[in-house]
């Protein structure tokens, strides 16, 4: 049995894509030990099938946090016993390289999106030039790595010459789930429900425009489950006149708590806007919960977004961020019965194939390459 410490900066309670691919190593064969931090606010964590080790750290933001979980990290691989080590993330990734080339261990490369595109550091030049020199040093040297979709992992492709492989962020199949009604819930039963959900909600994520456009909606309510650095900025907005009581706001749920608000509604959005190279070729989780959940989503018009809505013709787009355009939208997709059916006939058939269960495969091509020259190749 081979070992594999797979490594977070978060505190190991909401990384979904994260837990699912350390129980698909785990079911194939591995040993596997997942690495975070605790935070203040963390909460225990459930029992899993893999072990887990969170580490205690001064700083929980900025430089000196980033700068301190590396050297935790670094020192705690150096001395924990493993054959491969798993980096997720460029934040990561630091403290999992040296300490690979020390031991002579394997370094496989996850890379959840386009790290130095990300929009918080578009603005702070010198922090983006650190992350683009340690990927620069970096990237060259990996052998294994895949990332969440084929536009990112053509950018990668572009700038290193690294072929990485496409392991998408999808959700574990819902077949026969029984989930909540609205009545349980909470939920208004009389009214259109519109769903957002996601643990980023923030700027240029189109939170704002969309509470704006309840302001032209009557008989439809517009649930948001989440958080993230705009959510006190939207909450001030629905108390707005034409707006208030349209909007209901829930926090950070538990993975499966939340996906039972989101089958109860009647339409899911995503809004991410095209202002950074990081969101323009996003393709955001909650798209496949959406399918998952068999809700029709309306989307912007963004490069993988589009071809997963398209290709299964899952729902609808917007044109523009005009809240009253995005208004008209959901009017005419919550309005249009015939449409609705057919929608959500198709997300059905969608989620036969937009699930974990067909996407571990390719999770596995990479581990099988790894554990190929030992003749002990796994098919997933």
Known sequence: MKKIIVSVTNDLSTDQRVDR????????????????????????????????HRMKLWFEKGFLFYA???????????????????????????????CSKIKSQTLVYDSHEYFTGVPEIQDRPFVKNIWKRIER???????????????????????????FGVVRNLPLKRNNVKSKTRKELGLPENKKLIVLQGSGINVDRGGEEAVQAMEFLDDSVLLIIGSGDVINILKT?????????????KGKLPYTEMLDYTTNADVGISF?????????????????????????????????????????????????????????????????????????????????????????????????????????????
């Open 272 to 380: 991410d806007k095209d202002t950074n190279i990081n969101y323009r070729f996003s393709l955001p989780n909650k798209i496949f919960d959406y399918i998952q959940c068999g809700i029709p989503v309306l989307v912007s018009r963004l490069p993988e977004i589009e071809k997963v809505v398209t290709h299964y013709r899952v729902g609808d787009f917007i044109e523009t961020h005009e809240p009253k355009h995005i208004a008209a939208k959901l009017n005419e997709m919550l309005s249009n019965t015939t449409k609705q059916s057919e929608w959500k006939a198709n997300t059905v058939e969608a989620a036969k194939v937009l699930n974990w269960e067909n996407e571990e495969k390719e999770l596995m091509k990479t581990y099988n390459q790894i554990l190929s020259p030992l003749g002990r190749v796994r098919v997933g």
């Open 21 to 52: 691919v350390c129980n698909t190593l785990q079911r194939n064969g591995f040993d596997v030990l997942l690495v975070g931090r605790e935070l203040k606010s963390s909460k225990p964590l459930n029992l899993r099938a893999y072990q887990t």
């Open 137 to 163: 040093f970096i990237l060259p040297k990996i052998k294994f790595a895949y990332t969440v979709n084929e536009s990112i992992a053509k950018l990668y492709k572009d700038e290193y010459n690294i072929d």
């Open 237 to 249: 907005m629905s108390e707005k006149p034409g707006i208030n009581g349209k909007v209901i706001f």
């Open 68 to 98: 301190s979980f590396n050297i935790s990290l670094f020192f705690f691989l150096l001395f924990a016993k493993a054959d491969i080590l798993l980096a997720n993330d460029l934040d990561t990734l630091p403290a999992n390289f040296f």
